[in-house]
């Protein structure tokens, strides 16, 4: 089994910072994508930000030069830098890793945690 868990959440007011980190546990081997996704009360839940093991990364326009996600393979970290933080961007956020392959040989696709709430003041 695969399971993931975020942190670092919390309350920021506008036009500050947090990181977020999502650590991946399980008998694991590689993870090809993983990502940060949110969502607010009564939206979908939407992309925030994507990066592969090569680290090539995918960032959905509102957050483009704000946000910066990055990875650590050798820990199976994930983590999502947010600066310049709008009250907009006030949501739970979700820690998705997809294509995860176990030492046994097991493929996991789509894993997502629990989430992390974070909210930002006006």
């Known amino acids: 089994q695969v399971q993931l868990v975020e942190s670092g959440g919390g309350l920021a007011q506008h036009g500050g910072s947090l990181r977020l980190s999502c650590v991946a546990s399980?008998?694991?081997?590689?993870?090809?994508?993983m990502g940060w996704y949110r969502q607010a009360p009564g939206t979908q839940r939407e992309l925030v930000a994507t990066?592969?093991?090569?680290?090539?990364?995918n960032y959905a326009d509102p957050v483009k030069g704000r946000f910066t996600i990055s990875r650590d393979n050798a820990e199976n970290t994930v983590y999502l830098q947010m600066n310049r933080l709008k009250p907009e961007d006030t949501a739970d956020y979700y820690c998705?890793?997809?294509?995860?392959?176990?030492?046994?040989?097991?493929?996991?696709?789509?894993?997502w945690g629990q989430g992390t709430q974070v909210t930002v003041s006006s």
């Open positions: 998705n890793a997809d294509k995860v392959v176990s030492y046994s040989g097991n493929y996991y696709y789509n894993v």
């Open positions: 399980g008998s694991i081997r590689s993870i090809n994508t």
């Open positions: 990066i592969t093991s090569g680290e090539s990364t």
